[in-house]
Every structure is written in C-alpha cells, then in structure tokens.
C-alpha cells in the first residue's frame, strides 16, 4: 500500500522559507505514470495546489505561487521537497503531499498533511 | 484563470439523494474528479474521469458531466457520508493547471 509522510517544521517566522519533504513508501517514486503534488489548505479554507513534479524533474507550479515555490525531487531518497520562501500569515496551512495520475490528472493518494503555521 | 464554482452547501436526509454541482465554462469538455474530505482528514478520491469509482468506493457515488456543470450524486445517503466535497480539473489551457472547486459542506440532517 502506497504511503506519503510529510515532515518539516511546524512552524515558520515571516518572510522565511518553509521546507517540507515527503517521503513515499511502498511505491516507486520514479514511476512514470505519476506526477508527485503538494497541495495547501488554510484552516477552514479550501485546497489550493501549490505545484508538482515529475520523476524526471520537470515541474508545474501555480502561478499565484511561481515566484516564490520551489519543488525538487530525489529519487534515490524516494522523496521530493517543497519551499515556499518570504512566507507571510496567509501562508499557514495545513500543506499535503500527494500522488497525481498523470493519464487521470487527479490525485490518488494523500499524505496525512501538516500544520504549518507562519508566526514570530 | 479557471474557476470551478460549487454551492457552499447541501443538506440532505439520511436515506436521500444528495446532489453536489460544479460549474466551470465548458467543464463538459474536461475530466472532473471529486474528492470527500472528513474534519480532521486528508482527502479522498471518490470519482474520477467524470463518473468512475475508485476500488472501495460505493456505488452510492456516482458523477456526470456536461455543459457548463458536472454533478456528485450521492444516493442513499448515510450519516457517515456528512463531509466537505471538492471538484477538481486539469486545465491545460490556462496557467492554472490543477483547478480545485470551491468546496461543497454536505450535511446530513
């Protein structure tokens, strides 16, 4: 059974980058059917998609997002990795990690998602 | 950008038919997903490609698409079925992309 775990700090001081990494178990990251997504939600907000990438390293980000996020990919770790630098207030959410069907373009699997809070 | 546009919510009685809408210009010529989420949880795929279910999903979920408007049908409805529901597409033609729904809160009442 396919996992993802996110893990990174909880919280983060404005205008400072935040950093996740997610972590897959029980697949292949390098598979190419898949895309590798992260996905946002403020507290008692909808989703927002922030970016994905591809095992090969091509990336997708949404532009509201573009210039600040960036997603990487180590596929001898099984693992890829968000930043999102300058964070502000409006940047606390509860961020998932996800697997995304390329063929499909929806999401099939999720991490369990954490709380990232942007504070002083 | 593109929007997709759901009603903030819908109440349904147990045992009833619950109908969840997203609209998006022409969203009939694009592939619709639809995802559950419970307080506290991560979401979970329910329909994908406009009107299939993931292995374990029930038949109770059911989707179409077309127009200007793609509909979650959730018959039979169960007070374990009580959850926010969000829309989902792949827009290649815009910047956006990866376009999520503005979310639909189904109570059972």
């Known amino acids: 059974q396919l996992q993802l775990q996110e893990s990174g700090p909880g919280l983060v001081k404005p205008s400072e980058t935040l950093s996740l990494t997610c972590t897959v178990s029980?697949?292949?990251?390098?598979?190419?059917?898949?895309?590798w997504g992260w996905i946002r939600q403020p507290p008692g907000k909808g989703l927002e998609w922030i970016g994905s990438i591809y095992y090969s390293g091509s990336t997708y980000y949404n532009p509201s997002l573009k210039s600040r996020v960036t997603i990487s990919v180590d596929t001898s770790k099984n693992q890829f990795s968000l930043k999102l630098s300058s964070v502000t207030a409006a940047d606390t959410a509860v961020y998932y990690c996800?697997?995304?069907?390329?063929?499909?373009?929806?999401?099939?699997?999720w991490g369990q998602g954490t709380l990232v809070t942007v504070s002083s | 950008s593109y929007v997709l546009t759901q009603p903030p919510s819908v109440s349904v009685a147990p045992g009833q038919t619950a109908r969840i809408t997203c609209g998006g210009n022409n969203i009939g010529s694009k592939s619709v997903h639809w995802y559950q989420q419970k307080p506290g949880q991560a979401p979970v795929l329910v329909v994908y490609?406009?009107?299939d279910r993931p292995s374990g999903i029930p038949e109770r979920f059911s989707g179409s698409n077309s127009g200007n408007t793609a509909t979650l049908t959730i018959s039979r409805v169960e007070a374990g079925d009580e959850a926010d529901y969000y829309c989902q597409v792949w827009d290649s033609s815009s910047d956006s992309l990866y376009v999520f729904g503005t979310g639909t809160k189904v109570t059972v009442l």
């Open positions: 490609d406009d009107s």
């Open positions: 996800a697997r995304q069907v390329v063929a499909g373009t929806h999401t099939d699997y």
């Open positions: 029980g697949g292949s990251i390098s598979s190419s059917s898949y895309y």
